[in-house]
């Protein structure tokens, strides 16, 4: 299991952009395959990106491509989701998560596929 604490959340203008980060506990970082959720009000959480573990691969849902990019830092157990180009519609709780069910040379989208989560950060876009 892996602790998870995001951070870097706040008010952004739409156009603009933020970084959230997500730090994890534990030596083996590398061996869990990443994710980006969000939820935003009365919705249900849906993927937003994923990593593999070693940062070769990555994953987008359609509505973020060509303005979100992830990344992680092994060395800093640190997991990152720059948001350039922002969208009222972009406004969420963003979450973080980890699994080691499966290997971590792939990519995964699904909810249940992640056993551990963070507490979220709220990412706020106004119009």
């Known amino acids: 299991q892996v602790q998870l604490v995001e951070s870097g959340g706040g008010l952004v203008q739409a156009g603009g952009s933020l970084r959230v980060s997500c730090a994890a506990s534990?030596?083996?970082?590398?061996?869990?395959?990443m994710a980006w959720f969000r939820q935003a009000p009365g919705k249900e959480r849906e993927f937003v990106a994923a990593?593999?573990?070693?940062?070769?691969?990555?994953y987008y849902t359609d509505s973020v491509k060509g303005r979100f990019t992830i990344s992680r830092d092994n060395a800093k157990n640190t997991v990152y989701l720059q948001m350039n180009s922002v969208k009222p519609e972009d406004t969420a709780v963003y979450y973080c998560?980890?699994?080691?069910?499966?290997?971590?040379?792939?990519?995964?989208?699904?909810?249940?596929?992640?056993?551990?989560w963070g507490q979220g950060t709220q990412v706020t876009v106004s119009s």
């Open positions: 990593i593999t573990g070693s940062g070769s691969g990555t």
């Open positions: 534990g030596r083996t970082f590398s061996g869990y395959a």
């Open positions: 998560a980890a699994t080691r069910k499966y290997s971590a040379n792939f990519v995964y989208s699904r909810n249940i596929d992640y056993g551990d």
